[in-house]
Nanobody, 114 residues
Framework: VQLQASGGGLVQAGGSLRLSCAAS????????MGWYRQAPGRQRELVAS???????TYASSVKGRFIISRDNAKNSVYLQMNSLKPEDTGVYYC?????????WGQGTQVTVSS
C-alpha cells in the first residue's frame, strides 16, 4: 500500500488548505484512515481520524476548524483545514490502519504565517 499526500503549502493565519491522501489500493475496508502532524521538535500527533464505519475523532486543538472525510470510490481521504493558526504548522502525514498493519504516507508541509 502506498499513500500519496498532497495539498500542503504556505498560508496566512486565518486561511484554509485542503489536504488529500490517495491510496494505491481500495480503502473501502480499511479500518481507520487518519491525519497526523509533526511540528519541529515535537512528537507526531493525531489530528483527525475516520473509521470504516464513519466514526470521526479530532484532536481538541482542531475541533471546529478541521474536517476529515473519505471517498471510498476515489480511495482517498481529505482534511479540510480552516481558520489556520501558526501552531498548525508542521508536516502532515496520512496514515492507514489496515488489518492491524499501519501504513504511512510521505508527508506534506503546512506552514501558517502570523
Amino acid at each position: 500500500v502506498q499513500l500519496q499526500a498532497s495539498g500542503g503549502g504556505l498560508v496566512q493565519a486565518g486561511g484554509s488548505l485542503r489536504l488529500s491522501c490517495a491510496a494505491s489500493g481500495s480503502i473501502f475496508s480499511v479500518d481507520v484512515m487518519g491525519w497526523y502532524r509533526q511540528a519541529p521538535g515535537r512528537q507526531r500527533e493525531l489530528v483527525a481520524s475516520i473509521t470504516s464505519g464513519g466514526t470521526i475523532t479530532y484532536a481538541s486543538s482542531v475541533k471546529g476548524r478541521f474536517i476529515i472525510s473519505r471517498d471510498n470510490a476515489k480511495n482517498s481521504v481529505y482534511l479540510q483545514m480552516n481558520s489556520l493558526k501558526p501552531e498548525d504548522t508542521g508536516v502532515y502525514y496520512c496514515r492507514e490502519l489496515r488489518s492491524a498493519t499501519i501504513f504511512w504516507g510521505q508527508g506534506t508541509q503546512v506552514t501558517v504565517s502570523s
